[in-house]
């Protein structure tokens, strides 16, 4: 008898027997929705806009946080903006959504665009932080192939001046 079982304890075993995986799809509800459609069928960038303060949404919200107020109107906003705040990415690191590595270096940068009163994340085609100060006007480039995801923007650009 093995001295586990003698003292009343017994082991348990764990098999690993590979990985699993789950494709799924998720429902993003009317205001998204129009948004995305925005992206894909039209390369424009819609926002929404609060009936009692004024504000502009981007990304869309259907209620406005200090108002309360339904919002229903859209506007359109962008496609050129300012950074407001950025960071290069240099560690590696593996993207939550897709269990695949995320390529680095990469720089991630809140935009605010023309006619919006918040910001958009998304993907700066610069790594170079030398090159980038926040401030600095950056345009929106669309996938020639879109499908209505936030990925129709394949990434924002600087707008060289001048
Ligand atoms: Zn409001």
């Known amino acids: 008898m093995a001295k586990a079982e003698s003292?009343?304890?017994?082991?348990l075993c764990m098999v690993s027997s590979g990985e699993?995986?789950?494709?799924?799809?998720?429902h993003c509800g009317p205001y998204w929705s129009r948004f995305f459609r925005g992206l894909r069928d039209e390369r424009k960038i819609y926002a929404t806009k609060c009936?009692?303060?004024?504000?502009?949404?981007?990304?869309?919200r259907e209620v406005c946080g200090?108002?309360?107020?339904?919002?229903?109107?859209?506007?359109?906003?962008?496609?050129?903006?300012?950074?407001?705040?950025?960071?290069?990415?240099?560690h590696a690191y593996t993207n939550p959504s897709t269990g695949r590595p995320v390529r680095?270096?990469?720089t991630d940068v809140y935009v605010k665009?023309?006619?919006?009163?918040?910001?958009?994340?998304?993907?700066?085609?610069?790594?170079?932080?030398?090159?980038?100060?926040?401030?600095?006007?950056?345009?929106?480039?669309f996938r020639e192939k879109r499908t209505g995801t936030i990925h129709d923007i394949e990434h924002f650009q600087l707008v060289k001046s001048g």
């Open 7 to 11: 003292s009343g304890k017994v082991e």
């Open 51 to 60: 009936p009692s303060c004024g504000r502009v949404y981007i990304p869309p």
């Open 20 to 26: 699993t995986e789950v494709p799924y799809d998720w």
């Open 113 to 141: 665009l023309d006619g919006a009163d918040t910001t958009l994340m998304h993907r700066l085609n610069e790594t170079d932080e030398s090159k980038i100060s926040v401030g600095m006007r950056v345009r929106a480039i």
């Open 66 to 90: 200090p108002c309360f107020a339904k919002m229903e109107e859209w506007v359109e906003v962008g496609p050129e903006g300012i950074i407001e705040m950025f960071t290069v990415v240099r």
């Open 104 to 106: 680095t270096p990469r």
